[in-house]
């Protein structure tokens, strides 16, 4: 099975700091992505990727700048963080651009807490 | 934007019962339907898929699709305790490369 992993696991940050979130995954999957959840909100995209080198943007990219240095590694960016931020986030990543054939493998999450 | 709507928000099963989650979407465009489950402290994980209207089985879970109602369900046949976690619903957009996600139906199989 695809392996995603995140870190760190858990995060305290203070308003208006900034914070980095790292995803890995040793698949080779072309696609990754940014997913945030919210209880009443579910799962909501923020920024995706097709390959190193390329970011998009999601549902709800505002507040956030993702990247992608590498097939391996795609990481998400609070510049600024604010309380609002305070969520569980999670990387997916899959193996198509067409998602009816792109499972998406998801890591196990950040639990991000901003003060 | 796709919306995409679960109910019930939570549910309870005896052991070896039938628990059966609904989901509607607004993209009449939409093509491809996934059911993703997330037990606690861990992520989603995918469950199953379904591309045709009709009925998919896979095991003790079967998926319903009706495109013309916007409409696909998830059923699941003699629920055991370790079926108790959150479903998500998932719905791609007309261009097949975002998925968008429902707030979930948390199912829990009482022994």
């Known amino acids: 099975e695809a392996a995603v992993t995140q870190s760190p696991r858990n995060k305290v940050a203070v308003t208006g700091g900034k914070v980095t979130l790292s995803c890995n995954q040793t698949?080779?999957?072309?696609?990754m992505y940014w997913y945030r959840q919210d209880t009443g909100h579910g799962l909501r995209l923020i920024h995706y990727s097709y390959g190193a080198g390329s970011t998009e943007k999601g549902d709800i990219p505002d507040g956030y700048k993702a990247s992608r240095p590498s097939q391996e590694n795609f990481s998400l960016i609070l510049e600024l963080a604010t309380p609002s931020q305070t969520s569980v986030y999670f990387c997916?990543?899959?193996?198509?651009?067409?998602?009816?054939?792109?499972?998406?493998?998801f890591g196990a999450g950040t639990r991000l807490s901003v003060l | 934007q796709q919306k995409v709507q679960q109910s019930p928000e939570s549910l309870i099963v005896p052991e070896g019962g039938m628990a059966s989650l609904n989901c509607t979407f607004s993209?009449?465009?939409?093509?491809y339907f996934w059911w993703y489950r997330q037990h606690s402290g861990e992520g989603p994980k995918a469950l199953m898929s379904i591309f045709s209207n009709g009925d998919k089985k896979e095991g003790r879970f079967t998926a319903h699709l009706n495109k013309a109602s916007l409409y696909v369900s998830l059923h699941i046949k003699d629920s055991q305790p370790s079926d108790s976690a959150l479903y998500f619903c998932a719905v791609t957009n007309s261009a097949g490369n975002k998925l968008t996600f429902g707030i979930g139906t948390r199912v829990l199989v009482r022994p």
């Open positions: 698949n080779n999957h072309n696609n």
């Open positions: 997916a990543s899959g193996d198509d651009w067409e998602v009816r054939q792109n499972t998406l493998y």
């Open positions: 993209d009449r465009n939409s093509q």
